[in-house]
Each structure stands twice: as structure tokens, then as C-alpha cells.
T-cell receptor, first 113, second 112 residues
């Protein structure tokens, strides 16, 4: 079983829809949680960064972390065609020098005009 | 704003050849991470450096080596290339761990 599980989709929604993306994880040492957006053949682009549990909002994006359930979410409001991409959740542990990112498989999102 | 620079962007090699990938982190960033992303796969951590010292090692083959130089740029050296090494190789940088990692555009390596 992978440390981080993410539904690969694909997910197709109409423009303006609210999108919900989720990841579950098994490693309780994960403390840092990130969402990256990756367009085809491009490098991952950081969207949201959260430490420990809680919510964080940035424009149309909201990230939620529930450490008790080992579950993180990314919500996209008023989705746009330009949001069409693969969304990767990523996590890292805390302490020492072990800050490598462990990624989910990524969810392919298509927002239709 | 300045981003992570990787060179070359594309590389074609034959089996058993050697390749060198370069990464130039965001100015003032002192930590570099290397990741490998196979087709349809999530990025897999290879190795990282903090202040020019190796800080962590992942699933990096013994045929690969890397280092971080005094100007903080990093190079990933890959020898005896195999077909399975064909992938996107990303470099990410951060201002000291555990800060957020910013990724470069990647080097696409094709081994024939």
C-alpha cells in the first residue's frame, strides 16, 4: 500500500463548478501538506502549503487537513478551463533532514467551458 | 520572480551512455531536491542537498550520483543508462528545510 493514496480520476466538471480533490495517507509522521498543479509535460506548481491540521484559503482555493483522519482536501471554487491540469497532493515529515516529498498519483481534472 | 532553472530541457542518449543534468536553484535557496517522474507516475524522490551536503537519499540507483556546488547549483550524473531511466527529472529548491519546495521545468531524458 502506498503511503499516499489519491484517486487518479479523471474528473470532468463544467465551468463554474466546485471541485473537491482528496488524498489519504498512512504515515502519521507527515506534518507538511501541499497541493501542486501540473500541466502536461511541465514542472509541478505549488498551489497550497499547510502545516499540521486546519484550513487555509487562497482566492478560489481552500486546503483542509484532518490529521486525525489522515485526510486532506483541496477545494476549487468557480472552476475555470485554465484549471484543467493534474493535481498532486504531497506530504513531508517533520524533524531532522527528512523533508523529501511523498506524492499521491495525481488527479487529472478537466473543466469544460 | 526567478524560478528554478534546469538544463538541458531535453536529452536523448543511447543505452550505456552517461548523462549530466544541471539544476540552478532560486537565488538564496540553499536546499536542492531531485525527483524522477516516469510516464503517468507521480514524482519519486531521488536525493537532496542542504548547504552542499547530502541530506537525504531515496530510491536513487547506484549508477547515479549527485552533488551540490559552492554556488548551490546541483548536478545529477547518470551512468550506464538503461531504457528504464527514460523519465522527467525535476529539481526543486527551498530556503532551508522544511520550507516549501519550488520545482523547475524538468529535464526530459529519453534513453534509446
Amino acid at each position: 500500500q502506498k503511503e499516499v493514496e489519491q484517486d487518479p480520476g479523471p474528473l470532468s466538471v463544467p465551468e463554474g463548478a466546485i471541485v473537491s480533490l482528496n488524498c489519504t495517507y498512512s504515515n502519521s509522521a507527515f506534518q507538511y501538506f501541499m497541493w501542486y498543479r501540473q500541466y502536461s509535460r511541465k514542472g509541478p506548481e505549488l498551489l497550497m502549503y499547510t502545516y499540521s491540521s486546519g484550513n487555509k484559503e487562497d482566492g478560489r482555493f481552500t486546503a483542509q487537513v484532518d490529521k486525525s483522519s489522515k485526510y486532506i482536501s483541496l477545494f476549487i471554487r468557480d472552476s475555470q478551463p485554465s484549471d484543467s491540469a493534474t493535481y498532486l497532493c504531497a506530504m513531508s515529515e517533520s524533524g531532522g533532514s527528512n523533508y523529501k516529498l511523498t506524492f499521491g498519483k495525481g488527479t487529472l481534472l478537466t473543466v469544460n467551458p | 520572480a526567478a524560478g528554478v532553472i534546469q538544463s538541458p530541457r531535453h536529452l536523448i542518449k543511447e543505452k550505456r551512455e552517461t548523462a549530466t543534468l544541471k539544476c540552478y536553484p532560486i537565488p538564496r535557496h540553499d536546499t536542492v531536491y531531485w525527483y524522477q517522474q516516469g510516464p503517468g507516475q507521480d514524482p519519486q524522490f531521488l536525493i537532496s542537498f542542504y548547504e552542499k551536503m547530502q541530506s537525504d537519499k531515496g530510491s536513487i540507483p547506484d549508477r547515479f550520483s549527485a552533488q551540490q556546488f559552492s554556488d548551490y547549483h546541483s548536478e545529477l550524473n547518470m551512468s550506464s543508462l538503461e531504457l528504464g531511466d527514460s523519465a522527467l527529472y525535476f529539481c526543486a529548491s527551498s530556503l532551508g528545510p522544511p520550507a516549501t519546495q519550488y520545482f523547475g521545468p524538468g529535464t526530459r531524458l529519453l534513453v534509446l
